[in-house]
């Protein structure tokens, strides 16, 4: 069965800071990863994905995820975080097997300390 | 504007009340999901269609039913069968093969 972890409930990061938000994933075949982020009380916004190709993958807002096979993860990360980063973050994956079901994370809280 | 919209954003359902969730998308996307969000469970599916007239349940369908009869349009109703229906309800629908886009949202608490 397909699944997605997020091992951090929480992230505290400084402004300034990089931030990683952890994301591992169990898929047979290929994945097709996402993430997105909630702001409170809004849907959820798209930030990046990686279907196939380069391992590092840029997104929106200065975000940037790193595929890696290996250690089947996809780590969203930022060079420096800003305050108004702050909130929830949802890692996906769809599965390979033709139904085009989403399977979602539990999310990661993200607090950007000013 | 392109865009998804639900509403109501916030509704109040009465013990042994049906009531629906609306979700209408103008993006011209084949696919459109249900999930319900609950605090530290991530989103769960309820229902999902792929084309019009047509729809398969999720992996929480039980209590919940939907209909597709316009590309742009599908509600979800939550049956008085559904024991605790309090929660966020979110619409998305696809865009080709990836990534999803959601709507704001629907904010469901019983009284």
């Known amino acids: 069965a397909q699944s997605v972890a997020q091992p951090e409930d929480q992230v505290k990061v400084a402004e300034g800071n990089p931030l990683t938000v952890k994301c591992t994933y169990s898929v047979s075949g290929n994945p097709y990863l996402f993430w997105y982020v909630q702001y409170p009380n809004r849907g959820l916004q798209f930030l990046l994905k990686y279907i196939t190709g380069d391992n590092l993958v840029k997104g929106s807002y200065g975000f940037e995820a790193e595929f890696n096979k290996s250690q089947t993860s996809f780590h969203l990360k930022k060079p420096s975080a800003l305050v108004s980063d702050s909130a929830l973050y949802f890692c996906a994956v769809r599965d390979n097997i033709g139904t085009y079901k989403y399977i979602f994370g539990t999310g990661t809280r993200l607090k950007v300390l000013a | 504007d392109g865009g998804i919209t639900q509403s109501p954003k916030y509704l109040f359902r009465k013990e042994g009340q049906n009531v629906t969730l609306s979700c209408e998308q103008n993006?011209?996307?084949?696919?459109m999901y249900w999930y319900r969000q609950d605090p530290g469970q991530g989103l769960r599916l309820i229902y999902y269609?792929?084309?019009?007239?047509?729809?398969q349940k999720g992996d929480i369908a039980e209590g919940y039913s939907v209909s597709r009869e316009k590309k742009e349009s599908f509600p979800l109703t939550v049956t008085s069968a559904q024991k605790n229906p309090t929660a966020f309800y979110l619409c998305?629908?696809?865009?080709?093969?990836?990534?999803?886009?959601f709507g704001p949202g629907t904010r469901l608490t019983v009284l």
């Open positions: 998305a629908s696809r865009k080709d093969l990836y990534e999803q886009f």
């Open positions: 269609s792929q084309i019009v007239n047509d729809f």
């Open positions: 993006l011209n996307h084949d696919a």
